[in-house]
């Protein structure tokens, strides 16, 4: 045989042994298999899902009741979400990355009650809730036996439908809606030079006439009521001067500083007191001669 030949079937034991080595860990590592009644369980009203499975082992247990530890690892969670300019929650789908695995450990039995005896397959049915914190949402599930550790059957896809807390993310508006729309209708009934709009083209003064801004008074034309003065007549107060026609004439004040002039002050006139003088003055003179 050639070098090249022998090289060749070296090559292909080679592989056989790794293909039978690999097979050998893979049914070491996973026995059995897990048949899913449904694999998109509805919610129930008191936030539970239902869960139905079948397992199958290779051969019968040792031991009637084996523990099995069912491992949800959380892969996307649905998320329904309030946004602007939709109605009603939204349905959104955000992917679960490096969360923790849920474990719910169970006790599966393999005894037939009619036979007496271990059987290889059985179906067992159980539930999971919110109070241990499932969600809706898509999880991954494998089975694992609680005693050896192996895996039991293939990780399953496991959808749990139902409705979970709505999120708000609609923007944040700090405006009362019936404010806003009082003031865009005031804005509208104003033009550029704050006049109130009449009509499509015709406007009018901010200011209303004054036929529209008089109200007649619920006092006129009663009986002691003052047409004049628009209030009832007060028959306690005195009398009015100047007949009676209207309210006593405002005295005025006499003009000047109010200090006291002597050309014009009360007394006798300066023609008088300049006559007394002269006369003094005569008769002074006369004695004197």
């Not at 969360?99 to 005896?117: M, N």
């Not at 000047?256 to 050309?263: E, M």
Request: glycine share 12%; hydrophobic share 30%; net charge positive.
């Amino acid at each position: 045989m050639s070098s090249e030949g022998g090289g060749m079937l070296r090559r292909f034991l080679v592989l056989a042994v790794s293909l039978l080595l690999t097979s050998f860990a893979l049914n070491a590592s996973a026995v059995g298999s897990v048949q899913w009644k449904d694999t998109r369980p509805k919610e129930k009203g008191t936030g539970s899902w239902h869960l139905e499975v079948t397992i199958s082992l290779p051969k019968a247990p040792d031991v009637a009741h084996v523990p099995v530890k069912f491992e949800f690892q959380q892969t996307m969670y649905y998320e329904r979400n309030l946004v602007d300019g939709k109605e009603g929650p939204q349905l959104r789908k955000v992917p679960i990355t490096n969360k923790q695995a849920q474990i719910e450990s169970v006790t599966i039995g393999f005894l037939d009650p009619g036979r007496g005896t271990i059987q290889k397959r059985t179906r067992f049915t159980f539930k999971i809730t919110r109070g241990h914190g499932f969600e809706a949402g898509e999880y991954k599930v494998t089975l694992r036996n609680g005693s050896t550790g192996q895996t039991i059957g293939r990780t399953t896809k496991l959808v749990l439908e139902g409705e979970n807390p709505v999120v708000d993310r609609r923007s944040i508006s700090f405006v009362d809606k019936g404010e806003k729309k009082k003031k865009d209708d005031q804005m509208k009934s104003v033009d550029k030079d704050g006049n109130i709009k009449d009509g499509e083209d015709a406007t009018k003064s901010g200011d209303p006439d004054q036929s529209e801004m008089d109200v007649a008074d619920p006092g006129v034309g009663k009986k002691g009521w003052d047409p004049v003065y628009g209030a009832p007549v007060d028959e306690d107060a005195p009398p009015m001067k100047s007949g009676g026609n209207g309210p006593e004439p405002i005295k005025e004040k006499p003009g000047g500083c109010g200090c006291s002039v002597p050309a014009q002050s009360k007394g006798l006139p300066v023609g008088s007191v300049l006559f007394l003088a002269g006369l003094v003055l005569a008769f002074s003179r006369r004695r004197r001669s």
